[in-house]
């Protein structure tokens, strides 16, 4: 319940139409973006995303006007530091003011 309260909605997007309605490059992003599958449905595949941004909803209930944005990039499996920087710059263009994020990895990228 505080993560659905707390869910970021984009205003400009109608839900489902296949159209990109607020011209920002990316169809149906109504809340978030996935750089994975190149969609507007940003699940967490592992639950760990939900966890943490379930655990920033619970305390932002004390802190004011909060809202959750999902964008993945990251999979199971790993992701790449390009889809990275392209979910933080598509994060920053639709105005969030802060980033909670756990990547981990093995491998080094020259990005």
Known sequence: PDLRSRLWTNVGEIPGNGIDDDGNGFVDDVHGYDFVSLDGDPQDQDGHGTHCAGTIA??????????????????????????????????????????????????????
């Open 58 to 111: 619970a305390v932002a209930g004390d802190v004011g006007d909060v809202r959750i944005m999902p964008v993945r990039f990251v999979t199971g499996t790993g992701g790449y530091t390009s889809d990275a920087i392209l979910s933080l710059n598509y994060a920053i263009a639709m105005g969030a003011e802060f980033s909670s994020n756990s990547w981990t990895g093995t491998h080094r990228s020259a990005a």
